[in-house]
């Protein structure tokens, strides 16, 4: 493995609760270059050819196995674009921990755009975490922009978490994923946006068999002059289930909005959407100072449940 520095070290903690090489097949990159990779006799890792990035290959029956693919930058200026492809087998059950984050104590933007797409075989369930976070005191951005393309094929589970809570200037999140016969998507996102700072998601699904369902549910906080915007787009094409969820809680000068969308075509999909966005309810302050906290302490209290 390549050494680390402490600034690394931490975002490597703040991304992923590594503070040493985990059990299991693992990539690290740091800085637009391999760091440290492991492979087992279930899971491959290969180095693409032809563009920026990685495959991982899971072979049919794997069960109960990690893949741990986090990324780090600490140099001011540096911009990638990665590209990596799961190739998850048939009836395996795998969890797959991604993330980035970024340190910047310079004058340039640093940047981390993340294509990651998702081949899941039949019957196989996925769980797969994304954490994003940047610190740094440079004037220079810190700027992610992550993809995610799910292919779900029959009885196939796939549980996505997101988190975005500290230190991005800007972002945009996109998912997309496509639902056959009997497969499950389940999305929790969370995100948290102070200052000056900008995050949009755009999620999209479309369920194409029978059985198929999608909950997408969204968390976010918006603080300072932060602004935020929340996109989805349910597509029913078959009997299914498709449910959409964005919860927001706006304090000072923050600005959330959400651009639901939903589509049936057949009679037999049944498709939902809520929003809700708002500020700290009086009552709940009022409750925790009445307990000996101050009323910064009770938002942050209020805020970090909210988000859990």
């Not at 069960?63 to 540096?78: A, D, M, Q, R, Y």
């Not at 996109?231 to 289930?241: H, K, M, Q, R, Y």
Request: net charge negative.
């Amino acid at each position: 493995m390549a050494e680390l520095d402490v600034f690394e070290k931490n975002l490597l903690h703040e991304i992923a609760d590594l503070d040493a090489l985990p059990v299991g097949a693992y990539n690290i990159r740091a800085n637009g270059g391999l760091a440290a990779r492991n492979t087992t006799a279930h899971i491959n890792i290969v180095t693409k050819t032809d563009k920026s990035g990685i495959d991982i290959i899971i072979a049919p029956g794997t069960k109960n196995e990690s893949v741990h693919i986090p990324v780090v930058i600490s140099e001011t200026g540096l911009k990638e674009c990665v590209y990596n492809d799961f190739f998850v087998g048939a009836d395996c059950d795998v969890t797959i921990i991604a993330g980035c984050g970024i340190h910047n104590c310079g004058g340039q933007d640093s940047q981390h755009d993340g294509i990651h797409t998702f081949h899941v075989g039949a019957n196989s369930k996925v769980r797969y975490v994304e954490k994003h976070y940047g610190d740094g005191t440079g004037e220079g951005k810190r700027l992610m922009n992550p993809t995610t393309v799910v292919y779900l094929e029959k009885g196939a589970q796939m549980e996505m978490e997101t988190t975005q809570i500290a230190g991005i200037h800007d972002t945009l999140r996109k998912t997309s994923a496509t639902l056959a016969e009997g497969a499950a998507f389940v999305v929790h996102e969370k995100i948290m946006t102070t200052g000056e700072q900008h995050a949009e998601t755009d999620f999209s699904a479309e369920m194409n068999g029978a059985g198929a369902s999608c909950n997408i549910i969204s968390r976010s906080v918006a603080k300072g002059h932060s602004r935020q915007h929340f996109s989805s787009n349910i597509v029913g094409n078959a009997p299914c289930a498709g449910h959409s969820e964005c919860d927001a809680i706006i304090m000072e000068h923050g600005c959330v909005s959400a651009s639901p969308q939903l589509t049936a075509n057949d009679l037999d999909a049944s498709l939902i959407h809520e929003a809700a966005i708002g500020k700290i309810a009086g009552e709940q302050l009022t409750k925790l100072e009445t307990l000996g906290l101050t009323e910064k302490e009770a938002e942050e209290q209020i805020v970090n449940g909210f988000l859990k």
